[in-house]
């Protein structure tokens, strides 16, 4: 079955990786920017990230026939870097028009704390301007119910936000509820340990429906799976889900969503 | 689509009896171990989370989740001033 990974970091895999997934049925992704495993040190620093991600790995993508889509932002971890993360924000609208950059995103919290929301907040300020859609980094383990909730207060209590032009990433059973119910689109982000696995992630298809709702792999460089989504096709088939259901939320869904970016420009297999 | 209990014990039941005994194990080990896991919050949250498996109403994966989780305070904003 073709897919589209809505939520996969494909700077930390390799090239062989891509082949993997193109063979698993891989037609899309779409990459957000996030924390590289340690806090950089300049603006110069992301510039160059950003040179990876709008033209680097399209390139790398496209020798697999895969269509790589970008979110640009500084992550919530670096936030606490308060001087740091406005430089980046004054810088993304260079790439803004870059023909794979859907949006702005991961954003959002890691540890809850005031300077992450300060800067949360600039980052929805940017996307309100430029009319972008908006991917949301959730907090893991303890901290998620918490920097989940708060993230939805700060969305919520914004006019200037369109609900349904913000997806939602690393939702598990206790926040699923709160982000549909509200409006938002959700992301499963399924990891081989300690996180959320293609099988929880099959149970709360079952218990919400596919409205909104997609699933990926992080696919990042800690331990992660980047073909979790193929994972989730054999699971939900195994338990005798139709095609279409799956299809729904492994291609439909994404296409769907990201189609509210001008930028998309998604061109499907014959 | 629901799917039939049998179904789903015949998909399940070696991988939810291999996890109980990986608990159990656990357990086990931190008899072994120096020292009083009592005195170790993270122990109570355990003991805690498997009197959750004991309820009988559905949801009980949400329920584990809010265990392992710090509270949410709807006050945050005026805490933090923004
Ligand atoms: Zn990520």
Sequence with gaps: MQYFDPHIHMVSRTTDDYETLARMGCVGMSEPAFWAGFDRGSVESFRDYFRQLTDFEPKRAKQFGIQHFTWLCINAKEAENVELSREVIAMIPEFIDKPNVIGIGEIGLNKNTRNEVTIFKEHVDLAVQYDLPILIHTPHLEDKYQGTRMILDVLCSDSRVKRDMVLVDHVEEHTIGLVLEAGFWAGMTMYPVSKCTPERAADMIEKYGTERLMANSAGDWGPSKPTAVPDLIMVMRKRGHSEATIRKIVYDNPLTFFAKSRNFKFTPRE | ?82
């Design chain 2, 1 to 82: 689509m629901a799917r039939n209990v049998r179904d789903v014990l015949d998909q399940e039941y070696l991988v939810a009896r291999a996890k109980i005994l990986e608990l159990a194990a656990i357990l086990d080990r931190l008899d072994r171990a120096n020292g009083e896991a009592a005195e170790d919050p993270r122990y109570g949250l355990l003991r805690q989370g498997m009197e959750l498996l004991q309820q009988k109403e559905d949801g009980r994966a949400e329920r584990v989740q809010l265990l392992f989780s710090r509270p949410y305070q709807a006050t945050w904003r005026d805490e933090f001033g923004v």
